[in-house]
């Protein structure tokens, strides 16, 4: 986004729901952006944000490594929100003092009002709200007020309304806040004066200036899976550089079944884009012969798929830039970039990249969670038969299939996998379900088929309920349909003889299994 746009800057200390304050914010049609909490403060300057949120955190202020901004944010006259941790740090930062709690307070609470302007306008005076901390503030710094309190925490929200400081000791971010939306709200609209205009029409806008700048009149190429994702990214790309775009479909030998054949007869009748179909499925699996690890897998495939399109930009011609649909979680998970939170798994299109490459990366989507990329789909008239399918990983079924890639195995993994999702559909349950897949697993166990004895794989399944992916419940399947699924594929995929069920969230689970 641009300077212009108004912004609210989230910075990162670690919590595992910074991404949802992100997306609280974004939903009251305020864009936000995460960056860590040690960005230089020129750089946060440089932004120029409406507004500031310290995220929570799972540190104390007085660790030997606690995690600290520069204190010359609090100098620069912009309206600051700290969350739990945030307004710890608040607290020790302008001379107030942070104690350990008596009493750790987790779980609900109920949150007395004593001052109901400002942040708790429109609420009533008492309201239910989640708590999650070990610390609380002993003494507020000079010029704050307490203006709520719970049992445990005599001051569980405070204000400095001279320098537009505002603190809670709670969580707004979680639904667990039945009231954190309008909290939160309060704080964008009328303390740090912005104003609900962001949506995927100013996304577009933005978006379709920043492309015509960075590609200007250069060719760019685009990495087509056939998901939602790239399927965007292509499509928002080509409304800026028409026909100097050329999009590659690699088969790499990891698709669903029948995958090829129904992305390109789907993306040449509906959206006309000039496709070139490679068929590199040899490579691919001869690379992934030789090593197991998943991380590793991710890696192979990541410069496998660069290897192809260098060679296909060089027949298309001079080509410098390379298109791909990255998304937000994407780069999180990814990539330690946005503060303290660990990296969970690599994704080929982005921490599995080589450091080196010929082509510039396009990424237009990577500040976008996925149903904000659907909608931004909706904007471009993209048809939602390709917008709302379940989303694919990009390295494909070599994150299903466990452990060592075969084609033997890839092939059994397809035919459960189609089985999963005629049945799920069938049913009428596809469209309530975020992602639903089957995984390989590598491990024999003994069963009975025909009155014989026999020692096959397992295959998982796994179905979730999510909003973004970020976070993710197992899905509520009836039992009468897990028990057809499970009789079909025991009977029909030939080296099967066992379906389990995966009832994991996220967290502590990943939606994948590798």
């Known amino acids: 986004m641009s300077s212009s746009t108004p912004k609210i800057l989230i910075l990162d200390f670690g919590s595992q729901y910074t991404q949802l304050i992100a997306r609280r914010v974004r939903e009251s049609r305020v864009y936000s952006e995460i960056v860590p909490y040690h960005l230089p403060l020129k750089e946060i300057e440089a932004a120029q944000p409406s507004g500031i949120i310290l995220s929570g955190g799972p540190s104390s202020v007085y660790d030997r490594k606690a995690p600290l901004c520069d204190p010359g944010l609090f100098k620069l006259s912009v309206p600051i929100l700290g969350i739990c941790y945030g ?34 306008k429109g609420l009533p005076n008492r309201t239910s709200v989640w708590m999650s901390h ?22 569980a929200a405070m204000k400095d309304p001279r320098r537009n400081f505002f603190a809670l000791q709670f969580h707004p971010e ?38 015509a700048a960075q590609i200007g ?5 685009c990495a087509l899976s056939g998901g939602v994702d790239s399927s965007v990214a292509a499509v928002l790309v080509q409304r800026v550089i028409g026909k100097r775009l050329t999009c590659i479909f690699v088969d790499n030998g990891l698709l669903r079944k029948e995958e090829a054949k129904r992305v390109l007869d789907t993306f040449k009748k509906n959206l006309k884009l000039n496709i070139r179909f490679i068929d590199a499925s040899d ?31 060089k027949k298309v011609g001079k080509v410098d830039f390379l298109v791909q649909g990255t998304l937000y979680p994407d780069v999180i998970e990814s990539v330690s970039l946005k503060g303290p939170s660990a990296t ?26 996925k149903d904000e990329v659907r909608r931004l789909g909706v904007e471009l008239g993209i048809p939602e038969v ?91 399947i009836p039992h009468d349909v897990l028990k057809r699924i499970s009789s079909r594929i025991i009977n029909e995929v030939k080296g099967i003889n066992r379906v389990v069920y995966d009832i994991s969230s996220k967290p502590p689970s990943t939606i994948e299994w590798e």
């Open 386 to 476: 390709l917008l709302y399918r379940h989303p694919f990983p990009g390295p494909g079924l070599a994150v299903r299939v466990l452990g060592k890639i075969t084609k033997e195995r890839l092939d059994r993994l397809r035919e459960a996998d189609a089985i999963f999702e005629e049945e799920i559909r069938k049913a009428g349950l596809y469209n309530a379900i975020w992602q639903a897949f089957a995984v390989y697993l590598p491990v024999h166990s003994v069963g009975v088929m025909g009155d014989e004895r026999t020692y096959e794989n397992a295959i998982a399944l796994r179905a979730v309920t999510s909003q973004d992916g970020m976070t993710a419940d197992w899905a509520d």
């Open 174 to 211: 979680v639904v667990h806040t039945p009231q954190g939306r309008e909290i939160l709200q309060n704080f964008l609209y009328h303390i740090a004066g912005c104003k609900p205009t962001w949506d995927m029409g100013s996304f577009l806008r933005e978006a379709e200036k920043t492309i």
């Open 283 to 313: 490579r691919f699996l001869k690379r992934l012969s030789a090593d197991s690890h998943p991380e590793r897998k991710r890696k192979i495939i990541g410069k496998e798929f660069i290897r192809v399109f260098d060679e296909e930009a």
């Open 87 to 120: 307004m710890q740090l608040m607290t020790h930062l302008l001379g107030g003092k942070v104690a350990r709690a008596t009493k750790r307070e987790y779980g609900r609470a109920d949150l007395l009002i004593d001052d109901s302007s400002d942040l708790f």
């Open 217 to 221: 009149a250069g060719k760019a190429i």
């Open 344 to 369: 969970i798994k690599t994704h080929h299109n982005v921490g599995g990249l080589p450091k080196r490459m010929r082509l510039k990366l396009v990424e237009p989507l990577r500040m976008l969670f």
């Open 134 to 155: 070990g610390d609380r503030i002993e003494t507020l710094p000079p010029g704050f007020q307490a203006i709520a309190r719970t049992d445990n925490s005599p001051a």
